[in-house]
């Protein structure tokens, strides 16, 4: 019962530091399409190397699509 508890509080606290690529004028259909795009892209590798990390495989794609990092997720 304990272990329960314990897991559950943990996945509570994932949630709260839940990050949402947002752009302005873009709608969440065209940001799912761009981030696997960027995902693809990054698993296909740069010279031969896969990207593993999330950090290696979102940021430099999305940010270079106009994006940023929000804790709101984006308006419908």
């Known amino acids: 019962m304990r272990a329960a ?12 530091y839940q990050q949402y690529w947002v752009r302005p004028g873009t709608n969440l259909q065209q940001t799912s399409t761009d981030l696997l795009e960027c995902r693809l892209k990054a698993n296909q590798g740069d010279g031969g190397q896969k990207v593993v990390s999330t950090t290696g495989i979102e940021y430099p794609c999305m ?8 804790m709101y997720p984006p308006s419908k």
Do not use: D, E
């Open 5 to 16: 508890l314990i897991i559950i509080a943990m996945s509570l606290s994932a949630c709260a």
């Open 63 to 70: 940010g270079s699509k106009g994006y940023t990092l929000s």
